[in-house]
Nanobody
Framework: QVQFVESGGGLVQPGESLSLSCVGS????????MGWYRQAPGKQRQLVAS??????TNYAAFVKGRFTISGDAANTWKLQMNSLEPEDTAIYYC??????????????WGQGTQVTVSS
């Protein structure tokens, strides 16, 4: 059964940085992309960033230029988050999905990792 484990969240002040990590037993490719999602209180889960097997990346407009998604051959994916804003406060999840359907994920959602940006 495919499973992902997220880590690296925490409490930071506005303008600071965090690096999230995701480990999972899935091989992306053949239309399967890897994504970082977030869900803020009272809001729907949304895709933040995605990466393809050949390293192509895509970002939501609200994080473009601040967040960077990356992956390595050890099935580990990272989300480097810079210039964090209070609006980035959310639980962050990773999952693979069948492009272009970002809700068509391949695994059950994990626990996620909480990111809180507050002064």
């Amino acid at each position: 059964q495919v499973q992902f484990v997220e880590s690296g969240g925490g409490l930071v002040q506005p303008g600071e940085s965090l690096s999230l990590s995701c480990v999972g037993s899935v091989r992306i490719g053949n239309g399967i992309f890897m994504g970082w999602y977030r869900q803020a209180p009272g809001k729907q889960r949304q895709l933040v960033a995605s990466i393809t097997s050949d390293g192509g990346t895509n970002y939501a407009a609200f994080v473009k230029g601040r967040f960077t998604i990356s992956g390595d051959a050890a099935n580990t994916w990272k989300l480097q988050m810079n210039s964090l804003e209070p609006e980035d406060t959310a639980i962050y999840y990773c999952n693979a999905y069948k492009s272009p359907f970002t809700d068509l994920v391949v695994a059950s959602w994990g626990q996620g990792t909480q990111v809180t940006v507050s002064s």
